[in-house]
């Protein structure tokens, strides 16, 4: 084309022969410098074009490692299939209070019930379990011995319409329920935290100690109750446990 656009531009002209071969000339080298550009720039991408230059293929070969550990994984799916009864529905029994709020993917469940207008909220954590014989732990800063049962750690608390309310830590053994601790809490007040909290709940007295296992226990929090969240707790860790293998398989799948 540009050969063509200098012949008729020549043609036209009644220049003499010799201006007339310059300017081809000239034109010449014009038109192989500009050849030469085009061949060498890279064309002009839109936003969405795929690029010639890059390949647009995505590497998707995974690391032989990965492959070990999904068949890891799917092996510890099958066991938790068949060994644990992550299927298993507890029934409520007869009597219990508490409505029980249970959410797929957190640790914890929380039961609540309305005691003479009263809210009392139990959060229930995952069971500490302990397996075989082993000797009871001594707390040196206390000099008591902690029982080698399973456990399960509960927070309880008490609220008032005012707004006040008790909070109780407590540890859920099959036979007893301990209380750490205690705290009056205000809703309103957030330097509550940093507030004076009392003593140690095992430095009261031994009748103020039974007096609150005993408002404890008229509220509903006693041993049929944790038992039976204990067995709730057992089943529900099953079932975590094995939404989360899958998460992990999903992931590594990827």
Known sequence: MVFSSILRKSASSLAPLASRLTRVNRNYHSAIFTASKTLYQKPNLGPFAPNPYFS???ET???RSDDSLLRIIDSEIKCAVETDDHDRVEETPGGFPFKIEDNP???TITLTREYEGELVKVEVQMPDLVSGEQPEAVDDDNDMETPNQSSIPLVVTVSKSSGTSLEFNCVAYPDEISIDSLAVRKTENLEDEA?????????????LKKAFHKYLEIRGIKPSTTNFLFEYMLNKDSCEYLIWLKKLKDFVEA
Do not use: S
């Open 61 to 63: 070969t995974k690391p």
């Open 56 to 58: 647009t293929a995505t």
């Open 195 to 207: 507030g004076y909290e009392g003593p140690d709940f095992h430095d009261l007295d031994e009748n």
């Open 105 to 107: 993917g957190l640790q």
